[in-house]
């Protein structure tokens, strides 16, 4: 009996031994598995981040070379929809109700936080968001040129050209019943075109030219201009939703790329691109009117402004010049009795002068020719004696190796713009482009993301009891979540 007794003693012991040691087996088992479903959790929110994105709008990306994620799908504009699609595809991924997984995990929830949507913090999240993908595309040097002009044509409206040259219009015009012009004047100044009478003269350019309207002067009489219009409900004319995602600020290297970017991939008079929604992209991003033909006079007229400016800015520099017009001027203040007047008279003649230059250059401009900003005597084309001839629509300035083209300049005053300016105009040519090409009225781009954070909450149960043994708690249901972030900004595509 007394041996009986130490059998069973020593059972006893090894059996708790053995429940001891299995139990610290099953729980090492157990946090094993854990790191694998966290793990696991990690990976799959990544990837499914990455599937999320990968539904990219394609039209913003043939079109603009642009991407962004439309927030919600159909008539859902909120993330919800996108969310229920994570859950269900994450689900499908993990098997979910296949009991013979050793994870059994399952998705609890998905939330997408932290939205940068593209119209957000007044246009700094696209202009960085264009930024990432121009940086690894166009190189640096490019902008060096536009830059400069931009500086150069601020610098003239600085300079208060502009007002010297309405000054003496506005002398001139108080002279217009006085002064009576001499027959040697009349022949110098003969038109030999249609339509304008022998009494034309230099000082009449200016007023000429603004009476008949500048586009009508610059634009070839067989060009077709486009008629196409922005819709009314565009997205600058919309209240728009923020999203929460991170501050985003911009610097001058980013505000360059997208300058580039907009050369690039938006069109304009000189550079169609087929289907997009509007022909002139460039002219509405400087002026914003609500149709082709508006923006493309709109854009002229500043051109224009430009031109005149940087023209008189040259001629009275020039001595060659100034002595022509001292000549002409000397002329007509003795006809007219009133030489006190000769100066005002002389830089009359030297702004109706920068006026026909001007005409000239955009022609050329416009026929895709490049004029520099700042011209020589080289470069000059007009003739004091002959400023008639601008009425000739064949005849334009000569190309200047040193010159810019019509989009530059352009792409020089959308430079002087506000960054929300920009942006946002910039985005509804883009959002019309979308309507037109999928006919999709609804289509709203101020719904477009370019950046979120994806969270991700898993559920799974203990698969080994372990220590829970000793317990009543032998299944429990366990949490883990996952964080991830992806963003087009950043990729660098």
Request: charged residues 25%; aromatic residues 8%.
């Amino acid at each position: 009996m007394k041996n009986k007794a130490r059998s069973g003693s020593v059972t006893v012991l090894a059996s708790v031994s053995l429940m001891l040691v299995a139990g610290l087996i099953f729980t090492l088992l157990e946090g094993a598995r854990f790191r694998e479903v966290q793990r696991v959790a990690g990976v799959m929110t990544q990837t499914a981040a990455e599937s999320l994105f990968s539904h990219y709008e394609p039209t913003l990306w043939d079109a603009y070379h642009f991407l962004a994620l439309e927030a919600g799908a159909g008539n859902d504009h909120s993330v919800r929809s996108r969310e229920a699609w994570l859950k269900d595809t994450m689900d499908t991924e993990l098997g979910t109700g296949n009991q013979g997984s050793l994870l059994q995990m399952s998705v609890k929830n998905v939330s997408l936080e932290h939205c940068l949507y593209v119209s957000d913090q007044e246009g700094a999240v696209f202009e960085s968001a264009v930024s990432a993908y121009m940086q690894n595309n166009i190189a640096y040097e490019l902008y060096h040129g536009i830059a400069g002009l931009s500086e150069e044509i601020a610098n003239l409206k600085d300079e208060n050209l502009d007002e010297k040259m309405q000054d003496a219009r506005d002398e001139l015009a108080s002279l217009e019943e006085q002064k009576a012009r001499p027959s040697m004047i009349k022949q110098s100044f003969q038109s030999k075109k249609k339509k304008h009478s022998e009494e034309e003269s230099a000082l009449d350019v200016a007023k000429e030219i603004d009476a008949t309207g500048i586009s009508a002067l610059v634009l070839p009489s067989h060009s077709k201009i486009s008629n196409r219009m922005m819709d009314e409900d565009h997205l600058s004319a919309r209240d728009l939703q923020e999203g929460d995602g991170e501050a985003v600020s911009t610097n001058v290297y980013q505000t360059m790329l997208t300058i580039l970017y907009l050369g690039t991939y938006f069109s304009s008079y000189t550079d169609a691109k087929e289907n997009h929604g509007l022909q002139y992209e460039l002219e509405y991003i400087l002026s914003g009117k609500i149709g082709d033909s508006k923006n493309l006079n709109a854009a002229i007229t500043k051109l224009f402004a430009v031109r005149e400016l940087a023209n008189f800015a040259y001629i009275i520099t020039d001595s060659a010049k100034i002595s022509e017009a001292e000549t002409m001027a000397t002329v007509i203040s003795v006809v007219t009795l009133m030489p006190a007047a000769m100066e005002a008279i002389k830089y009359g003649i030297l702004a109706a002068w920068s006026c026909a230059e001007s005409v000239l250059d955009l022609r050329a401009l416009l026929a895709g020719k490049k004029v520099a900003l700042i011209k020589n005597s080289a470069q000059w084309s007009t003739d004091l004696w002959d400023l008639l001839s601008v009425w000739d629509h064949e005849k334009m300035s000569e190309e200047c190796e040193n010159g810019f083209d019509y989009n530059s300049y352009l792409l020089a005053m959308i430079l002087l713009q506000s960054q929300k300016t920009r942006s946002s105009r910039a985005l509804d040519v883009m959002e019309l482009t979308v309507r037109e090409a999928e006919k999709r009225p609804d289509f709203c781009i101020n719904d477009c993301i370019v950046e979120s954070g994806l969270s991700v909450s898993f559920q799974y149960h203990t698969a080994f009891a372990g220590m829970d043994l000793l317990t009543e708690k032998r299944e429990g249901t366990l949490f883990t979540e996952a964080v991830t972030t992806y963003s087009y900004r950043k990729a660098g595509v």
